[in-house]
C-alpha cells in the first residue's frame, strides 16, 4: 500500500476552505487505497487525518516528545490511527519525508515550506528518488515558479511538481503519476 504525506499548517480552523479541501483529499486517498502520513496534530494535518480516517483509511500520525512538543497539543489529533513519535523535529522532518511515496502540500507557513524543500533537495542531490509533489494553491505556484527559475536543474525538478486548486484533482494527478 503506497503512502502518501500531506503537508499543511497546524493553525487552520475547520471553517476554513484549505481545511475542508484538505479532510477531502484524505477521504479521496483513503477510499483510493492510499496510507495517508501526516504530522499528526491540528489544521491541516488534522482535517487530512479526518478525512482519510472517516473514510475507513489508514493514517500516521508522526508527533514530538515532550520535550521538542513546543505549542503543539500533548497527543496526536484523534483520527490518527497509528502514531509515531520522534525525538526531534529534524528525525519527526525525516521521518515524514522518506516514508512517503508522494506529496500534497497545502497551505502552511514555514514548517509546510521546510517539509516541501526537504523533500526538494532530498531529490535533487539524488537522496531519494524523484516522487510527485502536488502543490494546492496558488502560493506554492508562486513560490516554486521563483525557486525553479534559480535552479540549475529545473527539468527534473519541473517533471516531479504538480499545482493544482482542485482538491479532487490531486487523485487523477496521484494515479497518473504512480498508480
Not at 475507513?56 to 497539543?73: K, M, N, S
Not at 497551505?107 to 509546510?112: D, E, I, L, W
Amino acid at each position: 500500500m503506497k503512502t502518501i504525506a500531506v503537508f499543511g499548517g497546524g493553525r487552520i480552523l475547520s471553517e476554513v476552505p484549505d481545511y475542508i479541501a484538505a479532510q477531502t483529499i484524505g477521504r479521496l486517498l483513503a477510499q483510493a487505497g492510499y496510507t495517508v502520513i501526516t504530522g499528526g496534530y491540528t489544521g491541516i494535518m488534522e482535517a487530512a487525518s479526518r478525512g482519510a480516517a472517516e473514510a475507513g483509511g489508514h493514517v500516521i500520525g508522526v508527533t514530538l516528545t515532550d520535550a521538542e512538543r513546543g505549542d503543539y497539543p500533548p497527543t496526536a489529533n484523534a483520527w490518527v490511527t497509528e502514531e509515531v513519535k520522534c525525538a526531534t523535529r529534524l528525525e519527526r522532518l525525516l521521518h515524514l519525508v522518506m516514508h512517503a511515496d508522494a506529496y500534497v502540500v497545502m497551505r502552511g507557513s514555514g514548517g509546510t515550506a521546510w517539509e516541501l524543500e526537504t523533500v526538494w533537495e532530498k531529490m535533487a542531490a539524488g537522496q531519494m528518488s524523484f516522487k510527485p509533489v502536488i502543490c494546492v494553491g496558488e502560493t506554492w505556484r508562486v513560490l516554486i515558479t521563483h525557486l525553479i527559475a534559480a535552479t540549475d536543474n529545473a527539468e527534473r525538478v519541473r517533471a516531479m511538481l504538480h499545482f493544482t486548486d482542485n482538491p479532487t484533482a490531486v487523485l487523477d494527478i496521484l494515479t497518473t503519476a504512480i498508480g
